[in-house]
């Protein structure tokens, strides 16, 4: 069966220090992956894609970036983190065909940034 | 980008009641996901629906895929404490991307 990890579960940081999250899956190959932030509980918003190694695609502008350097493995990455980008990190990867299409999330990182 | 409307946004209801919630889109979707997300954990998918018409049920859920493909319900028979948390719906277009489009949540309490 597939599983999806995340690490760390929790993070705190100080502004303008630099960031990596990590996302890994089993028990499937060259899934889809994606990174949503959640704030305040509710509302996801999507922040990158990739449908790929070395394929991302950005949905909105910001100071993260994504990367993917093996078929089963997504960073999230900030040079220098602001206030702003505190939240839930979920990372998901999308899985079926077009009758089984699903997406299944990892557990989560929450961010902190003071 | 794709907009779906969920509703409502929260509920408080007594143990024992059933629960019905929507979501609607301005556009036709050919798979709909149901969500539930205790807090401080990712969504888990509870129930997936890919035709018009469809219902289909997860013990004492049910959702129903709608037949215009741009709204889907789902329900909750007899509820208990433990189905408190936030539901979400999702939806992909086919052909259209590589995303999957999210309501906003319906937050649900049960009071014992």
């Known amino acids: 069966s597939q599983t999806i990890h995340q690490w760390p579960a929790t993070l705190v940081q100080p502004v303008g220090s630099p960031l990596s999250l990590e996302c890994t899956v089993e028990g499937t190959s060259n899934p889809n992956l994606y990174w949503y932030r959640q704030a305040a509980g509710r509302g996801l918003q999507l922040l990158f894609y990739?449908?790929?190694?070395?394929?991302i695609s950005s949905e909105v502008p910001q100071n993260l970036s994504a990367s993917r350097p093996q078929d089963r493995q997504f960073i999230l990455s900030s040079k220098k983190l602001l206030l702003s980008d505190s939240g839930f990190y979920l990372c998901?990867?999308?899985?079926?065909?077009?009758?089984?299409?699903?997406?299944?999330f990892g557990p989560g990182t929450r961010l902190t940034v003071l | 980008g794709q907009q779906l409307n969920q509703s409502p946004q929260s509920m408080f209801i007594q143990e024992g009641e059933d629960v019905s919630m929507n979501c609607t889109s301005s556009?036709?979707?050919?798979?709909w996901l149901w969500y539930k997300q205790d807090p401080g954990e990712g969504p888990v998918l509870l129930i997936a629906?890919?035709?018009?018409?469809e219902l289909t049920s997860n013990g004492r859920l049910t959702a129903q895929f709608g037949i215009t493909r741009k709204d889907s319900f789902l329900n909750i028979s007899a509820s208990i404490p433990s189905d408190v948390g936030i539901y979400f719906c999702a939806g992909s277009i086919l052909n259209t991307g590589n995303q999957f489009y999210f309501g906003t949540g319906t937050s649900l309490t049960v009071i014992p």
């Open positions: 556009s036709i979707f050919n798979t």
């Open positions: 998901a990867w999308r899985a079926g065909r077009r009758d089984t299409d699903t997406q299944y």
């Open positions: 990739s449908v790929g190694i070395g394929q």
């Open positions: 629906l890919y035709k018009a018409g």
